[in-house]
């Protein structure tokens, strides 16, 4: 058996016989000539080596089925992880009430199937909420703990290969929650959900928690100026204020590490306006910012590690902390390229929310419109929106330093899907993502944006 892992979790697990169903069905739905090459079945028992063998190439597979917009956005793939998520953690079937947080501290409870997928509890959400159906794709429902103080720590997006119940329970720790929040970055969409009242009261309450938690920097006479606009309820005149603040639907990171300007620095990342800006304090505990714009980072990718534990012999191996880090190749001048990485254990939301940046960029630079990169509903299937199609898949790329060898971009908001032998392996060491996510905004931009 193996372990399916997503974006650094542990989803699943299954056997090769499995995965060799799907690879038919696949075949089956899409042709031979599609469909990646599949490890072959042995006669014989598999030697360690083989076994081994056989892992990397089934982790192959996955990955080039993932890479693929037409196999990896199928709804053959995405309910084969969803089936094997519920199989896995022995969740039944059953009606089930599930509690979905608002920005203001508001439950929403819905009462779904556990085997409801991310859009249908999205769907049901809104349906609870009253809000129309053409602005249900301008939010997303996010996996977040909840801090001591009462603001909320991101985790990842939802996705439509999972489970929001079976996700959020299988996690046993009442700290992790399910969030609405809005899903784009640009400001101007605000005026399309702003249109309808539940879409101004959802924003609303996000502005107004953004500002509460700091993420949205206000001085005395702004806040002044809000207090009063709070006070008369004019709630578009409150977000027409807050557009112009700074940090404006940017998404806040926990404190990390980053090795820019020099390696051990601690950082303030937020994500907002298509760029990562930094609050850096440098070991002469001097503040300084920056932003590192989207359209000047030529690729990234999100590697993870085990540390080699050195604790006492009794210590236990499976308590060691896994590492993430997000690294991005960055134009910081007209012929100079460099990596910059950030250690944090956010680095997959990082990645996908410079995935969404970039997706937003290169839909509003062929003329398209936002509205076309949700999903919809045709015949009843989920079907992946035309957006995709935009984010096209760059050729091999290099590596952040010599000592790895190169790894093809994952043209996916999955930021890995690796496996483990389950045999082989405990589980706080099968997490592995070495995959590069390539930057068509970068190619798209041009140097006048320089």
């Given at each position: 058996a193996y372990n399916i892992h997503v974006n650094g979790v542990l989803h699943c697990r299954v056997r090769y016989s499995q995965l060799l169903g799907l690879h038919?069905?696949?075949?089956?739905?899409?042709?031979?000539?599609?469909?990646?090459?599949?490890p072959p079945k042995k006669i014989f028992t598999l030697t360690p080596a083989e076994v081994e063998q056989r892992r990397?190439?089934?982790?192959?597979?996955?990955?080039?089925?993932?890479?693929?917009?037409?196999?990896?956005?199928?709804?053959?793939f995405n309910s084969f992880l969803r089936k094997a998520q519920q199989e896995t953690q022995q969740i039944p079937t059953e009606e089930v009430v599930l509690e979905v947080l608002l920005s203001n501290g508001q439950k929403v409870k819905v009462t779904i199937l556990t085997?409801?997928?991310?859009?249908?509890?999205?769907?049901?959400?809104?349906?609870?909420?009253?809000?129309?159906?053409?602005l249900?794709?301008?939010?997303?429902?996010?996996?977040?703990?909840?801090?001591?103080?009462?603001?909320?720590?991101?985790?990842?997006?939802?996705?439509?290969?999972?489970?929001?119940?079976?996700?959020?329970?299988?996690?046993?720790?009442?700290?992790?929650r399910i969030i609405l929040r809005k899903s784009y970055w640009d400001s101007a969409y605000d005026d399309d959900v702003m249109e309808h009242r539940v879409g101004l009261n959802l924003l609303y309450?996000?502005?107004?928690?953004?500002?509460?938690?700091?993420?949205?920097?206000?001085?005395?006479?702004?806040?002044?100026?809000?207090?009063?606009?709070?006070?008369?309820?004019?709630?578009?005149?409150?977000?027409?204020?807050?557009?112009?603040?700074?940090?404006?639907?940017?998404?806040?990171?926990?404190?990390?590490?980053?090795?820019?300007?020099?390696?051990?620095?601690?950082?303030?990342?937020?994500?907002?306006?298509?760029?990562?800006?930094?609050?850096?304090r440098l070991p002469n505990e001097q503040i300084k910012e920056g932003s590192f714009k989207v359209t000047r980072m030529r690729c990234w990718r999100v590697t993870s590690s085990v540390p080699m534990s050195n604790g006492p012999s009794g210590s236990s191996p499976g308590k060691s902390e896994v590492k993430l880090e997000l690294a991005f190749e960055y134009l910081m001048s007209k012929d100079r390229l460099q990596w910059v990485t950030i250690t944090s254990p956010q680095a997959i939301m990082l990645s996908i929310c410079l995935q969404s940046m970039v997706d937003e960029l290169m839909v509003k630079k062929s003329g398209g419109s936002i509205r076309k990169m949700f999903r919809r509903r045709v015949n009843g299937a989920l079907r992946r929106s035309d957006s995709q199609q935009?984010?096209?898949?760059?050729?091999?790329?290099?590596?952040?330093?010599?000592?790895?060898?190169?790894?093809?971009?994952?043209?996916?908001?999955?930021?890995?899907?690796?496996l483990r032998g389950i045999s082989h392996s405990s589980s706080a060491n099968d997490v592995g993502a070495n995959d590069f996510h390539g930057n068509y905004a970068f190619e798209g931009i041009g140097d006048e944006d320089l």
């Open positions: 038919e069905q696949l075949r089956k739905e899409y042709g031979a000539n599609v469909v990646p090459a599949f990397e190439q089934l982790e192959k597979y996955m990955q080039a089925v993932r890479q693929d917009p037409m196999l990896g956005g199928s709804e053959t085997s409801d997928q991310t859009e249908d509890v999205l769907e049901a959400v809104a349906s609870k909420l009253d809000l129309p159906d053409d249900v794709g301008y939010f997303s429902l996010f996996l977040v703990r909840e801090t001591k103080d009462g603001a909320f720590s991101f985790v990842r997006k939802l996705q439509e290969f999972e489970l929001p119940y079976v996700s959020v329970t299988s996690l046993h720790n009442p700290e992790f309450a996000q502005t107004v928690s953004d500002i509460e938690h700091g993420w949205i920097v206000v001085n005395k006479e702004q806040h002044r100026q809000l207090k009063s606009l709070q006070e008369k309820v004019s709630k578009k005149e409150f977000i027409r204020l807050a557009q112009t603040l700074k940090y404006y639907g940017y998404l806040k990171f926990d404190p990390c590490i980053t090795d820019f300007p020099e390696k051990g620095c601690h950082v303030v990342v937020s994500a907002g306006n298509n760029e990562l800006n930094f609050q850096v935009a984010v096209k898949s760059p050729p091999l790329l290099d590596s952040p330093d010599a000592s790895r060898e190169p790894m093809a971009k994952l043209s996916s908001k999955l930021t890995s899907v690796s």
